[in-house]
């Protein structure tokens, strides 16, 4: 036990676990980090950061047998050869869907900070007055000036781009030089500002570094490269990943250890003592358990295995899982509604083109039911847009040869893709729970998943089709029609909830500062703590919650109420 006793513990590599990690070490906490996946290093453990497509076996695509083998993971965006080997195989790890549900997963070291999509933007504090004004969920605990501060904190050392525009639905923080719109993409916001009172158009947030500080110098990290091959690992470390930026920051202290392959199992309640005082894992490969042991614990493992490890970590005192007195550990599952598309094309600026790859899209903040209850459904969305030029393809009236390819040398038309991204409204019947019968290969049962699409949803699709088409045509977009993915709720990325904070221990699991209310010495600052979804991408809230309960954590510490 002493020679596996640290003064802190966090499980889980990723966005919010890199940031605890960073936060404990360099307030002198002797910290150790496990992680379930296999290490990944900075620059080291990118094989494909530099490569051509003619250098991979498939030119980037993904084989048949695979897609048939690994259906769910096939469906991200991101998933292609060069970056296959920052996912989770679903044959690997086997879930069971009471519903479909598509769980996209990197088990890693750094988890899905190396394949996320680095959008960042701050929730306002209609959002988190949202559940209590209208009624659903439970109040938040803390409001958005509780917050504010720690944004600004994490958003200095992550660099985050973007423009400074006075909005109170999105508020402003602390940025880097934006990316620019292109002429298309100005055309449009124009037109959309002359045509609407209640909506702003702005350029898209994201955590890459178009005009590096010296914080993020000396981490190392250099200017954003517009490559967009970032799900590979930037060579640059020009986007924030937490193997690029907070792990060596925290390997720097001198406190940090890092353990991968380790697979937790529980958190071990000590009936005698009334507290949670260590960590039971598994050894990914040898299968062999250890116990690890710390007076303060950190859960950063994302949202539905931190759900997985509490539902696991039962005892006498907490027969249904770690903290779960009220019964709602695994409930209220909430994620992010990206089922509506809206495609156009746009006449005129053929003389025009643009720079690079951009790694980011115009973004417009949520204009429904704001501040008021005004619509026939709840809540809202967030909406983005993109215009580029694209070659003309091949059609069956155009032969391969030397037209073909003159046509093709060519940029075409101007397109426009427009996107939804609706906050879903947190309910009991979305849940998740342990399989009673099933278990993976180390001893663990499987997660069983239980979330769907409800009428709000939908209407929310319905609004959004029906606006999009409308501001594309007051923009001038010609040729605009509407699409409905039918996505399975999780290939969003974003599923969150099911350890939600709050202030009645009856109705919620964590308090104000992301702490079990009733094992004070447990800390859950992922996706799982949130207790509503907001419109907003949610990564940097992750951060900013994390850093400030680090903070509550330790200061709590010193004044010996966790030993």
Same mark, same amino acid.
């Given at each position: 036990?002493?020679?596996?006793?640290?003064?802190?513990?966090?499980?889980?590599?990723?966005?919010?676990?890199?940031?605890?990690?960073?936060?404990?070490?360099?307030?002198?906490?002797?910290?150790?980090?496990?992680?379930?996946?296999?290490?990944?290093?900075?620059?080291?453990?990118?094989?494909?950061?530099?490569?051509?497509?003619?250098?991979?076996?498939?030119?980037?695509?993904?084989?048949?047998?695979?897609?048939?083998?690994?259906?769910?993971?096939?469906?991200?965006?991101?998933?292609?050869?060069?970056?296959?080997?920052?996912?989770?195989?679903?044959?690997?790890?086997?879930?069971?869907?009471?519903?479909?549900?598509?769980?996209?997963?990197?088990?890693?070291?750094?988890?899905?900070?190396?394949?996320?999509?680095?959008?960042?933007?701050?929730?306002?504090?209609?959002?988190?007055?949202?559940?209590?004004?209208?009624?659903?969920?439970?109040?938040?605990?803390?409001?958005?000036?509780?917050?504010?501060?720690?944004?600004?904190?994490?958003?200095?050392?992550?660099?985050?781009?973007?423009?400074?525009?006075?909005?109170?639905?999105?508020?402003?923080?602390?940025?880097?030089?934006?990316?620019?719109?292109?002429?298309?993409?100005?055309?449009?916001?124009?037109?959309?500002?002359?045509?609407?009172?209640?909506?702003?158009?702005?350029?898209?947030?994201?955590?890459?570094?178009?005009? *590096?500080?010296?914080?993020?110098? +000396?981490? !190392?990290?250099?200017?954003?490269?517009?490559?967009?091959?970032? $799900? %590979? @690992?930037?060579?640059?470390?020009?986007?924030?990943?937490?193997?690029?930026?907070?792990?060596?920051?925290?390997?720097?202290?001198?406190?940090?250890?890092?353990?991968?392959?380790?697979?937790?199992?529980?958190?071990?309640?000590?009936?005698?003592?009334?507290?949670?005082?260590?960590?039971?894992?598994?050894?990914?490969?040898?299968?062999?358990?250890?116990?690890?042991?710390?007076?303060?614990?950190?859960?950063?493992?994302?949202?539905?295995?931190?759900?997985?490890?509490?539902?696991?970590?039962?005892?006498?005192?907490? *027969?249904?899982?770690?903290?779960? +007195?009220? !019964?709602?550990?695994?409930?209220?599952?909430?994620?992010?509604? $990206? %089922? @509506?598309?809206?495609?156009?094309?746009?006449?005129?600026?053929?003389?025009?083109?643009?720079?690079?790859?951009?790694?980011?899209?115009?973004?417009?903040?949520?204009?429904?039911?704001?501040?008021?209850?005004?619509?026939?459904?709840?809540?809202?969305?967030?909406?983005?847009?993109?215009?580029?030029?694209?070659?003309?393809?091949?059609?069956?009236?155009?032969?391969?040869?030397?037209?073909?390819?003159?046509?093709?040398?060519?940029?075409?038309?101007?397109?426009?893709?427009?996107?939804?991204?609706?906050?879903?409204? *947190?309910?009991?019947?979305?849940?998740?729970?342990?399989?009673?019968?099933?278990?993976?290969?180390?001893?663990?049962?499987?997660?069983?998943?239980?979330?769907?699409?409800?009428?709000?949803?939908?209407k929310i699709l319905r609004d959004f089709h029906g606006q999009g088409e409308e501001m594309l045509s007051k923009a001038?977009?010609?040729?605009?029609?509407?699409?409905?993915?039918?996505?399975?709720?999780?290939?969003?990325?974003?599923?969150?909830?099911?350890?939600?904070m709050g202030r009645d221990p009856k109705t919620s699991l964590l308090n104000g500062f992301n702490q079990l209310h009733?094992?004070?010495?447990?800390?859950?600052?992922?996706?799982?703590?949130?207790?509503?979804?907001?419109?907003?991408?949610?990564?940097?809230?992750?951060?900013?919650?994390?850093?400030?309960?680090?903070?509550?954590?330790?200061?709590?510490?010193?004044?010996?109420?966790?030993?």
């Open positions: 036990m002493k020679s596996n006793r640290f003064d802190a513990i966090v499980i889980g590599s990723g966005i919010s676990g890199g940031w605890a990690a960073k936060e404990l070490c360099e307030k002198g906490m002797k910290t150790l980090v496990l992680e379930r996946g296999r290490d990944v290093q900075h620059l080291k453990d990118y094989p494909t950061m530099t490569s051509a497509p003619w250098e991979m076996e498939h030119r980037n695509q993904i084989p048949r047998a695979d897609k048939l083998e690994n259906p769910v993971v096939n469906k991200c965006y991101a998933y292609k050869e060069d970056t296959q080997h920052f996912f989770v195989k679903d044959s690997e790890h086997p879930y069971v869907q009471e519903k479909p549900f598509d769980w996209v997963r990197g088990y890693q070291v750094g988890g899905k900070s190396l394949i996320w999509a680095r959008q960042t933007q701050r929730w306002s504090k209609y959002d988190f007055e949202g559940p209590d004004r209208d009624g659903f969920a439970v109040d938040w605990p803390i409001r958005y000036e509780d917050i504010a501060p720690w944004y600004s904190h994490v958003e200095r050392f992550v660099g985050v781009s973007g423009s400074y525009e006075g909005l109170e639905t999105l508020p402003d923080g602390e940025f880097l030089k934006a990316w620019e719109m292109n002429c298309v993409e100005e055309a449009i916001q124009k037109r959309i500002k002359a045509a609407y009172t209640d909506r702003d158009v702005i350029i898209g947030r994201c955590a890459h570094l178009t005009s *590096p500080k010296k914080v993020h110098l +000396d981490q !190392g990290r250099g200017q954003c490269m517009a490559r967009h091959q970032c $799900y %590979r @690992g930037c060579p640059f470390g020009a986007y924030f990943s937490s193997n690029s930026s907070t792990l060596p920051a925290a390997a720097k202290t001198g406190n940090l250890t890092l353990r991968p392959d380790s697979v937790v199992h529980s958190l071990i309640y000590d009936e005698t003592k009334e507290k949670v005082t260590g960590v039971q894992i598994v050894d990914r490969i040898s299968k062999e358990t250890s116990e690890y042991f710390a007076p303060v614990i950190f859960i950063n493992a994302a949202a539905l295995n931190s759900n997985l490890i509490l539902l696991n970590s039962t005892s006498n005192r907490f *027969p249904q899982g770690l903290g779960n +007195d009220s !019964g709602v550990l695994g409930k209220y599952i909430a994620f992010h509604n $990206y %089922r @509506g598309v809206v495609n156009a094309n746009y006449e005129g600026f053929e003389d025009k083109y643009y720079y690079g790859r951009r790694p980011t899209a115009v973004m417009m903040p949520n204009f429904r039911n704001v501040k008021k209850q005004e619509m026939d459904f709840m809540r809202g969305y967030m909406t983005f847009y993109s215009a580029g030029r694209s070659g003309f393809g091949h059609s069956p009236d155009m032969p391969f040869g030397a037209g073909f390819k003159e046509k093709n040398s060519k940029p075409g038309p101007w397109s426009v893709y427009m996107m939804m991204q609706g906050e879903t409204i *947190p309910k009991e019947t979305n849940w998740v729970t342990l399989s009673p019968d099933r278990k993976d290969e180390w001893g663990i049962p499987l997660l069983q998943i239980d979330v769907s699409y409800d009428e709000n949803d939908e001038g977009c010609v040729n605009i029609r509407s699409g409905d993915s039918k996505q399975a709720p999780g290939l969003d990325i974003h599923e969150m909830g099911g350890v939600r009733a094992a004070p010495n447990v800390f859950v600052t992922d996706g799982a703590c949130m207790t509503s979804t907001g419109t907003q991408n949610p990564s940097i809230t992750y951060m900013a919650l994390t850093a400030r309960a680090v903070n509550y954590a330790v200061s709590e510490m010193k004044k010996g109420n966790l030993k």
